[in-house]
């Protein structure tokens, strides 16, 4: 029997987080992102503001050329998060066999569910009443067999869409879409493609599997399927993490030991509280460089002890720091710190040390704080240089890149 999964995706998301919780904004072209005159690229575009010309990942400077009107907006991640998870909460009412894969999207496999809905249509319409009544927020939603193919239906139906692809209808429906708009296909391979004469799913579909292996590896076979509509994979509730890591790409390439400092005390806070926030310690630190000839390295320890502040975090990544900076390389492009190999906190003979304790409870007393009033509410005084560069937020500080990355 075919499966029914469904992929759902909300409009403009960032953007109608915003407009529900300020109707003034509603009707209007808005951009989530930040102000105009900053470096930095839109987030997300409402749908009025689509109409000018701008899109996600547009430099906010061109986007208020085309259209100075919109009202430009910050964001915040906060909101976001709160919003994704209530979308979830939802989601997962419906159906226990939920894949969330970012804040507004997931894949739900509904199949056999017809008999409580009347039908599989019906249930997607209940799914999208309730987003609407409870968030204020709108989602468009595929149906398919298969997940490739439900993933391409919700985007061709945006915004407000519900469109069904029959069971067996898959590669008819794929054939005249553009190749772009595979899953899969991305900016290089498109353009490889598009050098072998290749634009439509349908024309994909019927390429050679030699001709494709060739030019994209195993890959090639993956990509040759789902342009057939055909795609196995089942929709599975995500892994816990095995890592947690930020990273971020820096304005100018620098060699400022006390600016890269404080650049790594702060994404290793963010690390810290995650790790903290999941309840976990982790056994490994991990410092990533990446040079300005874009060489990227990687260099880790292991701590004796497994741990979860911020101290332990940052005091390893400065010593990997140090050794690498006095080989006395490069500038340096972008920096990141991450940890894994993640234990559940075992009792630690370190907690006889009176010291070691304090460190964990001012962690813990930190966390409150921030939770309460925002990242930004206590800074470290490492981290003091990028407060005089960075706009604070209550998610922390705007760097050039988002820290967010994992
Ligand atoms: P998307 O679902 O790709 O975009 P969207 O929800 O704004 O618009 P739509 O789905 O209707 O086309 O991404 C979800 C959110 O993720 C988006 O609101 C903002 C964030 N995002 C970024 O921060 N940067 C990006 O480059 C993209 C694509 C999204
Ligand atoms: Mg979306």
Not at 28 to 45: E, H, L, Q
Not at 325 to 332: D, F, H, R
């Amino acid at each position: 029997m075919a499966r029914q999964i469904m992929h759902i995706d909300l409009d403009a998301f960032f953007v109608s987080v915003e407009q529900a919780l300020n109707p003034e904004l509603r009707g209007k072209p808005v951009v989530v992102g930040g102000r105009p005159d900053r470096r930095g690229v839109v987030a997300s575009a409402s749908y009025e503001a689509r109409r000018f010309g701008l899109h996600a990942g547009m430099p906010l400077t061109t986007a208020y050329r085309l259209c100075p009107q919109a009202v430009f907006i910050e964001g915040s991640f906060s909101k976001y998060r709160d919003a994704s998870q209530r979308f979830m909460n939802i989601l997962a009412d419906f159906s226990p066999y939920l894949e969330p894969l970012s804040l507004d999207e997931a894949y739900l496999d509904v199949t056999g569910f017809e008999s409580i809905y009347g039908s599989i249509h019906q249930m997607a319409v209940a799914i999208k009443q309730r987003i609407r009544n409870e968030l204020g927020l709108c989602a468009s939603i595929g149906i398919a067999s298969c997940k490739v193919v439900a993933k391409v239906a919700s985007e061709l139906s945006k915004p407000d869409g519900l469109l069904e692809v029959a069971a067996g209808g898959e590669r008819s429906f794929l054939a005249p879409l553009p190749i772009a708009k595979l899953p899969g296909i991305g900016k290089k391979t498109e353009r490889v493609l598009d050098g072998l004469g290749i634009t439509t799913i349908g024309e994909l579909s019927i390429m050679p599997l030699d001709a494709l292996k060739s030019h994209f590896g195993a890959s090639g076979e993956i990509l040759r399927r789902f342009a057939n509509g055909i795609d196995d994979r089942k929709v599975e509730p995500p892994a816990a993490a095995k890592s947690i890591s930020r990273e971020t790409t820096f304005g100018r390439d620098t060699r400022d030991r006390s600016w890269l400092k404080a650049t790594l005390r702060y994404l290793g806070e963010r690390v810290g509280s995650e790790l903290r926030q999941r309840g976990k310690q982790a056994r490994c630190v991990t410092l990533k460089l990446r040079y300005a000839d874009f060489t990227t390295i990687t260099r880790s320890h292991t701590l004796s002890q497994p741990s979860h502040t911020d101290q332990a975090i940052f005091d390893t990544g400065a010593k990997l720091l140090k050794r690498e900076l006095t080989q006395g390389k490069q500038p340096i492009r972008l920096i990141g710190i991450g940890v894994s190999n993640l234990v559940e906190p075992g009792r630690q003979l370190d907690m006889l040390d009176t010291s070691a304790q304090r460190l964990e409870q001012l962690n813990r007393a930190i966390d409150r704080i921030r939770n309460k009033y925002g990242f930004t509410a206590i800074q470290t005084g490492r981290t003091l240089p990028l407060k005089d560069i960075f706009p604070p937020t209550d998610n922390g500080y705007t760097l050039h890149t988002p820290s967010l990355s994992r």
